[in-house]
C-alpha cells in the first residue's frame, strides 16, 4: 500500500542522535530516505550499546528503514558523486538533511549551484556554530538543579534535546517542502540544538517564571511541579507513580486511599483548597505522608487492581529489562512494534512511529540497512551510472557495497 | 512578509503540554490556529507556575501566536458552533488537534459527516484508550532507574515526552496536510503519548540492549553512557559539564587538562583503548578522577577560558535564574528570543521556535491570547455570522469575548 510520504526523497549525512533520528521519523512515515556514509562507517558506527561481537545497536536503531551508500567523501570524485546525488532532479528530491558543517564541499552555495530548489536542514551546535551535545545544553538550560534532591545537580540520562530537535528537523524539512511544492522556492533551514532546548525551556515556562517571579523553583525530587504526584512504594518493593492533575484523578486517588477526612483535616490545618493544583502542590509533602501507609501495606498487584478499578492516573517503574519482559505494550501484540530481523545482529523488537494514520495501514518496520547495501542500485537509479562505471568507482576505493 | 505557513489553518481544543505546544508550532511557523476554550478557561487555564496575582504563566507560554474562541461547549449550541468551526470549508482549512476524547460531540464520524476530508489528530494516553501523563509513561519506560546514583528511582522533572508527541503532532498534521494536497483524502490520526515513549526508547536502541543483551545498564551518575562525559566542579563551586565523544573533543580535553602521561598509564593498566568510546566508558570513574584536579585548581573564569581555548566541547551548569540574567543566549541577543507584552501579565523574553528558515525573515514572537480575543472575529470572519447573531450568542452565554 501507498504510505504517507512516499516518493518523497531525503538524502541524509549524518551522525549522532538528533539527525538520524529525523531522518528515521520521515523514512517511517513512508519518505525514501539515502543515508550516505563513510566507507567502513562513519564516527557513531560503533556506539554504544553494543552487541557481544561489537554490532551497534544504537546506529542501527536510529538508521531503519533507510538505504545506504557508503562512499569515500575524502576524496573529490568522491563528493562529487554526493554533490549529485543531494541536488538530483525531482520535485520530490532535492531535499538535504546533515549535521556535518555546511562549509567547503557541503556548502549551501556549492549545492544551490547544482540545484536551486535545493532544501539544505543544517543541524548546529550552537546558533554561534560552536559545538554542543544534549548534555552541554542541558546542563546550561538548568534542569540539574530541578532533578532529584538537589544537592548536587543531577543529568537527564536519556538525551531528550537530541529527539525534539530530530523531531524538528523532520517537521522543518516537510514545512520547507510545502512551500517549495506551493512557490518552488527552495531554501536552507538551520537548527541549533541549543536552541531547541532554549526555546522548550521558555514554551513551558520556565524563563518567564525565573524573570517574573524572581524565585527558584525548588528541586522536585519525584514530585510534579504545580499539582500532585509521587511515587509509591508498594509492601512488595515494586513503586508506583501517581498523578492526580485533573480533579477526577484527584477524587479518585483520595477515594482509593480513603483519605477524605485526613485529606479534609489536612486543608483545614493549612487553610488551603485542595480542589486546586497549586494548593496540592503547596502541601505535597503531607499529602504523601498521609497516602503512603495505603501503598505499604498492600503488594503491587493489589494495588495496580486497585488503582485501576478507582480509576487513578497511574504508571508502574519499572526497569528497562522488565518493560520488554513484561509490558505488552512493549511487545508485537502492541501494532506500533514488530519482530524485525536486522541483519548482521539478529531478530529482535523493533519499534515503528506513534503516529497512526488512518489512510494508511501500518508500514512494515524495516531494519537498519547494511552499510553500502544500496550502494550500486542508488547510484544506477538515481545518477543513472551503467555497470561498469559503478565498478569503476568500486575499483577505485570511491563507492563501496555492503560486505 | 509572507510566513512558511501562512494561510494555513489549525483549530485546537486542547490542555496540558504536548496538544497545545504542537499547536503552537504550527502557529510558530505561521499557521493560523484558532483555540477553542470553555469560557472562563479549562482545566489548565490557571496551572503553575503562576505569577503573583494567579496568571499562568504555562498557559500563557504554551499557547503564543494563536487566536482564542471561548464557548460553552457544555450546550449543544456551542458544540454545534465549533463543530461548524473545526469543518469549515477552505483547502488550507479542515484541519483540527486535540486531546480532548474523540467521541460524542467530538466523534471523528460525527465531524466527518461535516467535512470528509478534515484531518483530525488526536492525542490519547495510551492505545488502550488509558490516562496516561507524561510521569506515569515515564516510570513504566525505566528511566528513572538510570537517573542519578540508582539508589532509588528519580524523576525526570522536565516532561520531555509530552514535548516530543507536541513536535509529533505538528509532524502529523503536517506530513497528512501534505498527503491531502496531493489525493484530496483526509483522515483521523492517533498519537499515543505512551507509544512516543516506547518508541523512542527502541529508536534509541535501549530496548534493544535490554533484550538480546539482557544486561541492565548501570545508574549513570552524571556520565554520560558508552562515551565519556562527566561534571566537575571549579575551585569556586561552580560546575562544568565536559564531553569527550569525538576524538577531536576527547583529545582536547586530555590537552587542557595536561594528562596525556597518567591517561597513557591508565590505558595501559586496564589494558584499554581510550580512542574506543566504550573503552573510555568502561573507565570512566578512574579517567573523572585524573580530570578533577586541574579543575579544582581553578576558577570557573579560567576554566571557561581555557576550555573554549583548547576546543572542548562544554556547558556550564547554570541555574534558570542564572540562565535568564546571564547568558547572552537566552536574551533577544538571540534572534529566536524578543522582548513581548503579554497582555495580562506584562513584557518578558518569550522564544519563537527554532527552526530558522532562509526564505523569511523571522516572524515576530506573538504573545498568548486573552482567553475570547477573537471570538467575535473567528465568528465573523470564518462562520460568517453578523453582529447580530454574535451578539445573540454573546447573550444566550454560549460565547464571550475578552473581559
Keep these: 500500500m501507498q504510505n504517507l510520504l512516499q516518493g518523497l526523497r531525503i538524502v541524509e549525512g549524518s551522525a549522532f542522535i538528533a539527525a538520524p533520528s529525523g531522518g528515521m521519523t520521515l523514512a517511517q512515515l513512508g519518505a525514501d ?11 557513531d558506527y560503533r556506539r554504544w550499546p553494543v552487541t557481544e561481537d561489537g554490532k551497534s545497536l544504537y546506529w542501527h536503531s536510529l538508521n531503519k528503514g533507510k538505504r545506504s551508500i557508503a562512499v569515500d567523501f575524502r576524496q573529490d570524485a568522491g563528493r562529487e558523486l554526493l554533490r549529485d546525488l543531494i541536488t538530483a532532479p525531482g520535485e520530490n528530491s532535492g531535499l538535504f538533511v546533515t549535521n556535518f558543517p555546511a562549509k567547503g564541499w557541503l556548502a549551501d552555495a556549492e549545492l544551490r549551484n547544482k540545484r536551486e530548489d535545493l532544501i539544505y536542514l543544517n543541524l548546529v551546535g550552537d546558533r554561534h556554530g560552536g559545538t554542543a551535545l544534549d548534555y552541554t545544553v542541558n546542563s546550561r538550560v538548568g534542569l540539574p ?28 524539512v516537510l514545512a520547507a517542502e ?90 483545614k490545618e493549612k487553610g488551603l483548597d485542595f480542589r486546586k493544583e497549586g494548593d496540592r502542590f503547596a502541601a505535597r509533602e503531607s499529602i ?42 512493549c511487545s508485537d ?35 537498519a540497512p547494511l552499510l553500502g547495501e544500496h550502494t550500486d542500485e542508488v547510484l544506477n537509479e538515481i545518477l543513472g551510472l551503467d555497470s561498469s562505471a559503478i565498478g569503476k568507482l568500486h575499483d577505485q576505493g570511491i563507492v563501496a557495497g555492503a560486505s
Design 288 to 329: 504523601k505522608k498521609l497516602f503512603e501507609t495505603w501503598f505499604k501495606e498492600k503488594d503491587y498487584t493489589e494495588v495496580s487492581s486497585q488503582l485501576d478499578t478507582a480509576g487513578v492516573c497511574w504508571g508502574p517503574y519499572q526497569t528497562i529489562e522488565e518493560l520488554v519482559e513484561n509490558d505488552p505494550d
Design 145 to 172: 538543579f530541578l532533578t532529584g534532591d538537589g544537592v548536587e545537580p543531577v543529568n537527564n540520562p536519556f538525551p531528550a534535546w537530541d529527539v525534539i530537535a530530530g523531531q524538528q528537523i523532520a517537521l522543518g
Design 178 to 267: 510545502r512551500h517549495r511544492r506551493l512557490s518552488g522556492e527552495g531554501q536552507f533551514i538551520r537548527l541549533a540544538l541549543a536552541d531547541v532546548a532554549l526555546a522548550t525551556m521558555g514554551h513551558l515556562g520556565y524563563l518567564a517564571e525565573a524573570e517574573i517571579n524572581k524565585q527558584s523553583r525548588p528541586p522536585m525530587g519525584n514530585h510534579v511541579f504545580g499539582t500532585f504526584g509521587h511515587d509509591f512504594a508498594c509492601r512488595d518493593g515494586r513503586r508506583v507513580m501517581i498523578v492526580g492533575v485533573s480533579p477526577n484523578q484527584w477524587r479518585a486517588i483520595v477515594s482509593v486511599t480513603a483519605t477524605q477526612q485526613a485529606i479534609e483535616q489536612l486543608e
Design 33 to 43: 530516505v539515502i543515508r550516505f556514509d563513510q566507507i567502513g562507517g562513519g564516527i
Design 333 to 367: 501484540d502492541n501494532p506500533m512494534f514488530q519482530r524485525v530481523q536486522q541483519p548482521g545482529i539478529g531478530e529482535y523488537l523493533m519499534p515503528g512511529q506513534p503516529l497512526d494514520f488512518s489512510a494508511f495501514a501500518r508500514e512494515d518496520v524495516r531494519p
